[in-house]
């Protein structure tokens, strides 16, 4: 069993496809905004809307930052966790990394028209993704 768990905007099929891409790749459990436990919910910033959240043992992440910490933890991203763990050292990478965050999040519904799954609470019995 994990002891991550990322918490995303289970109503948009941008936020879906990367949630459901990053629990394909890892042990990460995701959980959507309308399936938080009050245990889960007690964890978030009071804003958690605002952003995807990664929550570990150590902590939570948000934003980008959560983003970041669940690719590594996939199969693909473990090869690269050294190299973020060096990038996490400067101050330029963080603004970087949540400016990056930001612009996309900002632009869901544009890159939802290249990559988008059916979210759960829309999704029919006999829907495949």
Known sequence: MTDATLVYDDDCGFCTWWAEFLAE????RV????DLTPELRAELPDEYENCSHFITDDGVY???ASIEEAFV????GRNVGSFV???????DYE?????????VADNRSLWGRLLSKTPPGR???????
């Open 73 to 76: 933890r996939t199969d693909i």
């Open 95 to 103: 603004r970087l990394r949540e400016r990056s965050y930001r612009r």
């Open 62 to 64: 948000s934003c980008g």
């Open 31 to 34: 959980v959507g905004f309308s």
């Open 85 to 91: 763990e060096f990038l996490r050292n400067f101050e």
């Open 25 to 28: 790749r890892s042990d990460v």
């Open 123 to 129: 999704r029919r019995s006999d829907d495949e993704s």
